[in-house]
């Protein structure tokens, strides 16, 4: 990879294009690369999903040929579930961004007032303050900030800076006090004590809006069980085939099946392209369209009564700042009639059931700044989300964040079931009474992956019985073992 290449994944990233790898290579052997792709993309309304060699240089490669194709047409299937899934919120269809400084800051201000409204239902958070007043009590108080910086001092203490509709103050964290990791954004509740030269707010306890205790689940009367599935990156050399037909075939014929009515898939159901340099390396299938052809006959052979819920990723041929909608028309068309098309996040009702869906890109984030988390525990990272009752609480970092007018990107409503991908790990647990369920792969573990010693858990399908909301999971990968070698036996 050189520099300048990443230069230009970067801008097309952050037009929401996708750079097909042949006017990628087109691009970097000109010096003028760079500067070619920003007036293209600066000549465009609005830019196509993807742009190719021939878009971008019509006069070096000729054909100018665009990136619709014929797709085969919907079939669709009737599928015997009564209950479609309903979409209760969803940025798809109302994005309202401009993308400019101003929507910015009306962003983080929704962020906060969201969860300050949160943050207010606690008993610890009852008589807050705003920072104006705090500024000019002798007593404790109670205030409500979203986290400007963090410094450390040289002696290991932590200073905040924080602040509110009006004000901003100082935080002093002693480390004596062994807080815990205050991250850039978030917004927090604090007790502490103004110093007396009034320069500072010396904490003393900092309150998360988090999950309330004491949620119980009450069972309902279904038999329905939902399967998830993450990262399934088809298009990808290491895409497991195998392992997809031995769960196509557990689907079609094991008696454990016949209740799956509905299967989650929670982000980059393609591996896409121009995700990262070099990418056209790994892929057995470079063009994007083709990519989900693919996807959509994969999920055409799924049993009739098994309800599809597609959720696009950061691979996904959709705008990559979050929240992302779901993909556009071109794509959805190519599938059959009983799939649900949902944006990351979603919160999606199932039977009454509430489930929030999110990819996780956020966790590239989240892991490398909380000491602990490791891309071996997606349970751990997805516990400080719902902590901070936000998705993608840092800004700035590897989560591009898009600045809608309402924050889809804030926990409002706790959900039932939790589920994340992205990591390539599968996790079940528990937290509060709020089911976490990480999605494992459908990929094995990719050339980068190795560099960054990342050892991904493939073929893993946790199940969720929404009657109890009970947790399982099939595992594909010693399955397809232990059939090929009960076949070298001999045996049925
Ligand atoms: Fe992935
Ligand atoms: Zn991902």
Redesign the pocket.
């Known amino acids: 990879m050189n520099s300048s290449t990443e230069e230009m994944l970067k801008l097309a990233s952050s037009r929401g294009v996708l750079l097909e790898p042949d006017a990628l290579k087109e691009l970097s052997v000109r010096t003028d690369g760079f500067a070619v792709l920003r007036s293209y993309l600066d000549s465009l309304e609005t830019p196509p999903l993807v742009v190719t060699a021939g878009m971008l240089l019509p006069a070096s490669t000729g054909d100018g040929e665009t990136a619709t194709q014929e797709v085969p047409k919907n079939v669709g299937r009737i599928s015997s579930v009564q209950e479609a899934p309903r979409v209760i919120r969803d940025i798809t269809g109302n994005s309202t961004t401009t993308g400019n400084v101003k929507d910015f800051a009306k962003y983080f201000s929704d962020r906060f007032r969201s969860i300050k409204r949160i943050l207010l239902k606690r008993k610890d958070m009852s008589g807050a303050i705003p920072i104006s007043k705090a500024l000019h009590v002798n007593r404790d108080a109670r205030v409500i900030g979203i986290v400007n910086t963090v410094h450390q001092t040289r002696n290991g203490h932590r200073i905040l800076e924080i602040e509110d509709e009006e004000e901003r103050c100082t935080v002093l964290l002693l480390k004596e006090k062994g807080f815990d990791t205050v991250l850039k954004d978030e917004v927090l509740g604090i007790h502490g004590r103004m110093s007396r030269d009034r320069k500072m707010l010396v904490a003393d306890s900092l309150i998360r809006p988090d999950v309330p205790f004491n949620r119980t689940t009450e069972k309902i009367d279904t038999d329905s069980k939902v399967a998830v599935l993450s990262?399934t990156h088809v298009g990808s050399r290491t895409f497991l085939r195998d392992e997809w037909d031995d769960l196509l075939a557990w689907l079609k014929n094991s008696p454990e099946a016949r209740d799956i009515n509905y299967l989650i898939v929670s982000?980059?159901l393609a591996d896409g392209i121009g995700v990262y340099p070099d990418q056209e390396d790994d892929l057995e299938i470079s063009d994007v369209f083709e990519q989900y052809q693919r996807v959509s006959q994969y999920f055409s052979e799924l049993p009739d009564w098994v309800r599809p819920v597609l959720m696009p990723?950061?691979?996904d041929a959709v705008r990559p700042a979050e929240p992302q909608p779901t993909f556009q028309q071109e794509i959805r068309k190519m599938f059959d009639s009983n799939v649900t098309f949902v944006g990351n996040p979603s919160l999606i009702e199932l039977e009454g059931r509430r489930i929030l869906s999110y990819?996780?890109?956020s966790f590239d984030d989240v892991i490398s700044t909380i000491p602990g988390l490791s891309w071996e525990k997606p349970i751990e990272a997805m516990v400080e989300l719902l902590k901070r009752r936000h998705l993608a609480p840092v800004y700035g970092e590897k989560t591009p964040l898009a600045p809608e007018r309402k924050d889809y990107l804030v926990i409002d409503e706790v959900p039932d079931v939790f589920i994340t991908?992205?990591i390539h790990s599968y996790g079940l647990s528990d937290y509060r009474g709020v089911k976490l369920v990480s999605g494992s792969t459908w990929q094995s573990q990719t050339s980068y992956q190795k560099m960054k010693n990342i050892t991904p858990i493939p073929a893993m399908m946790p199940v969720i019985s929404l009657s109890d909301l009970e947790l399982s999971v099939v595992n594909f990968s010693d399955f397809s073992r232990a059939e090929r070698r009960k076949q070298r036996a001999g045996m049925p």
């Open positions: 990262d982000g980059d990723g950061n691979h990819h996780g890109r991908g992205h």
